[in-house]
């Protein structure tokens, strides 16, 4: 069974940074397409960044480009999310999400197969 545990989130202010990890247990990690989606409430659930398991190649959307970077340690099992000059709308529930053996990026969530839980990211004005 795979597992997703996010962690990292917290309450800061706006243009403070946090890194978010999503450790995943059971699977083989490598082979997996891991992506970043982020839900605020009363809204629907937006995709944020993906990193592809054959070549590291990555995939933001407009909004976070330049404040955001996604990454991953294979070793580790771990896909990390740094995120940069904050903002008040970038408050929600920040999700990590697992596709086995994707063949290209995907931007959006029915394509993912496995997910975390899920984990809070408050920035205060």
């Known amino acids: 069974q795979v597992r997703l545990v996010e962690s990292g989130g917290g309450l800061v202010q706006s243009g403070a940074s946090l890194k978010l990890s999503c450790a995943v247990s059971g699977g083989v990690f490598r082979t997996y397409l891991m992506a970043w989606f982020r839900q605020a409430p009363g809204k629907e659930r937006e995709f944020v960044a993906a990193v592809h398991w054959m070549n590291g190649e990555t995939d933001y959307a407009d909004a976070e480009k330049g404040r955001f970077t996604v990454s991953r340690d294979n070793s580790k099992n771990t896909v990390y999310l740094q995120m940069n000059k904050l903002i008040p709308e970038d408050t929600a529930t920040y999700y990590c999400?697992?596709?086995?053996?994707?063949?290209?990026?995907?931007?959006?969530?029915?394509?993912?197969?496995?997910w975390g839980q899920g984990i809070q990211v408050t920035v205060s004005s």
């Open positions: 999400a697992a596709k086995p053996r994707a063949t290209t990026l995907f931007n959006f969530d029915d394509a993912y197969q496995h």
